[in-house]
């Protein structure tokens, strides 16, 4: 038993540790030396997105998250110089747009008359001047504060008429203000738990840099705002800074449209102004995202000349309507005729993403 121990065992061990090393060093030096069969590289063939233009409807609609608004007040201010004669109403009352609210006296000199000897002393007579100064809107007669027998200068603020009617608006970006190009006439409103869905009959379009004296006017310290004529539009695609964001595009103007006389809506209520700017019908139309540009003209490329392996040619197309998705070609481009799907290089916009050959991202060009 000691024989095996101090002998017979040790030198099984020794083997067992030999025939382990030895398939070691096959494995690490042998085996990993054979040349190995090449494996076939995989084969793909990547293709670049076209389409072809065909004929749609191009349907002009844009939505925009509006919100509701009282109008502003409008304030009475005094046309003549003078002392307040006569008070017409009493603050509270409502009033139509011209009725009289208050009468000045004003003293004016009359011209001298000549002396017919002489030495003739002439003499001058003063002459009374009496102006009625009437409401600018109709509305309540909120505040009143002319008394009689005061003294008021010309464009004094004495009063203010609360006109009691809304407005719907809403900011638009650069890109909807270009799709709102053929001044929209009316809008349909829809608001968020309110009545069943209106038309609202005047869409206004501003641009913002245009509105930052308005607001001014109407919510700054220095008098009370005057109400801005309906109908007027004034379009410029300039960003304001901080503007609201709106389906991905920076503020550069608000829609508006008066509320109808008769509609139940309250400030601060919610809506969507779904405002429609025309329809071409059965028309030559490619995706927005294969136009560079989506304003009266643009440039598309052709995949005909691209499928050839040559670098696509550009070609450019004349712009009508375009949905937002789709924009009808006027001319330049004949249906059936294919172009890139993508314009080369664009930057890939999230919601509509897609990728090109290498795995680079592809999306609809910038206006």
């Given at each position: ?7 017979i ?16 060093v ?25 389409v072809?233009?065909a ?89 009143l ?6 003294q008021?200068?010309?464009g ?64 700054g ?22 503007g ?24 601060g ?33 052709m ?24 924009v ?35 999306g609809?060009?910038?206006?």
């Amino acid at each position: 038993m000691g024989v095996f121990r101090r002998v017979i065992l040790p030198v099984a061990w020794l083997l067992v540790f030999a025939v382990i090393a030895v398939a070691l060093v096959k494995i690490a030096f042998v085996d990993g030396l054979k040349p190995q069969g090449a494996e076939p590289a995989p084969m793909a063939r990547v293709e670049t997105p076209v389409v072809p233009a065909a004929r749609a409807t191009v349907t002009n609609t844009v939505q925009i998250k509006a919100t509701v608004q009282s109008d502003p007040v409008v304030g009475v201010r005094s046309t003549a110089a003078g002392t307040v004669v006569h008070l017409y109403v009493e603050p509270g009352v409502a009033v139509a747009k011209g009725d009289q609210l208050f009468q000045v006296k004003s003293e004016r000199t009359k011209p001298a008359s000549t002396g017919t000897t002489p030495g003739e002393k002439t003499t001058s007579e003063p002459v009374y001047v009496y102006t009625d100064v009437l409401a600018l809107a109709a509305g309540k007669l909120n505040e009143l504060t002319a008394l009689l027998d005061q003294q008021l200068s010309v464009g004094e603020v004495v009063g203010k008429v609360d006109p009691g009617t809304f407005t719907v608006s809403g900011p638009v970006n650069a890109a909807q203000q270009y799709r709102l190009l053929a001044k929209p006439g009316s809008a349909q409103i829809s608001l968020v738990g309110g009545p069943a869905p209106f038309a609202c009959p005047a869409v206004t379009l501003k641009n913002n840099a245009n509105d930052a004296g308005a607001t001014a006017g109407a919510n700054g310290t220095g008098g009370v705002g005057m109400a801005a004529p309906a109908g007027a539009l004034a379009l410029a695609a300039v960003p304001a800074p901080g503007g609201e964001t709106q389906n991905g595009g920076v503020s550069t103007g608000t829609l508006s449209c008066p509320v109808p006389a008769g509609a139940e809506v309250f400030a601060g209520l919610g809506a969507t102004m779904t405002v429609s700017a025309g329809e071409a019908k059965d028309v030559v139309t490619v995706p927005l995202s294969s136009v560079k540009g989506s304003v009266k003209e643009g440039i598309v490329w052709m995949a005909s000349v691209a499928a050839e392996g040559k670098a696509p040619e550009q070609r450019t197309v004349k712009l009508g309507l375009n949905d937002g998705s789709k924009v009808e070609v006027v001319s330049g481009l004949a249906e059936g005729e294919r172009v890139l799907e993508f314009v080369p290089g664009a930057p890939a916009v999230p919601s509509q993403q897609g990728y090109g050959p290498g795995g680079v991202p592809y999306g609809p060009a910038g206006g």
